[in-house]
């Protein structure tokens, strides 16, 4: 089972503060979408740790990639009502930079 260095927990945990920043959302938004037991940041890098461990580095951008994906939907949502939910450029250039990242890390895998 593959674990994250000290370091990296704590680059995990800086890349969060600032992509929750960046998003508008809270570590309460976050708990939700992980279904976490709590929304202190330690229990959410936990939280994501273990999906390292079981999944690997892949298996974590693309949880991330679905949290992405469930914000944006809620953001429509919201914004649209349930009818026609058009894109929002910000949360698709978001969601573009998170899919671009996940297919870095599948082609490092690959060599």
């Given at each position: 089972?593959?674990?994250?260095?000290?370091?990296q927990?704590?680059?995990?945990?800086?890349?969060?503060?600032?992509?929750?920043?960046?998003?508008?959302?809270t570590?309460?938004?976050?708990?939700?979408?992980?279904?976490?037991?709590?929304i202190?940041?330690?229990?959410?890098?936990?939280?994501?740790?273990?999906?390292?461990?079981?999944?690997?580095?892949?298996?974590?951008?693309?949880?991330?990639?679905?949290?992405?994906?469930?914000?944006q939907?809620?953001?429509?949502?919201?914004?649209?009502?349930?009818?026609?939910?058009?894109?929002?450029?910000?949360?698709?250039?978001?969601?573009?930079?998170?899919?671009?990242?996940?297919?870095?890390?599948?082609?490092?895998?690959?060599?």
């Open positions: 089972m593959p674990a994250l260095s000290p370091d927990l704590d680059d995990l945990q800086a890349f969060l503060k600032d992509w929750l920043r960046h998003t508008g959302r570590q309460a938004d976050l708990r939700r979408a992980l279904r976490a037991a709590s202190r940041m330690p229990v959410l890098v936990d939280e994501l740790h273990r999906t390292y461990a079981q999944e690997g580095l892949t298996g974590l951008a693309q949880r991330l990639c679905g949290v992405e994906a469930l914000w939907g809620e953001d429509q949502v919201v914004e649209y009502g349930e009818g026609s939910m058009p894109s929002s450029p910000s949360i698709d250039a978001s969601l573009g930079q998170l899919d671009l990242l996940l297919e870095e890390i599948r082609q490092q895998d690959l060599a």
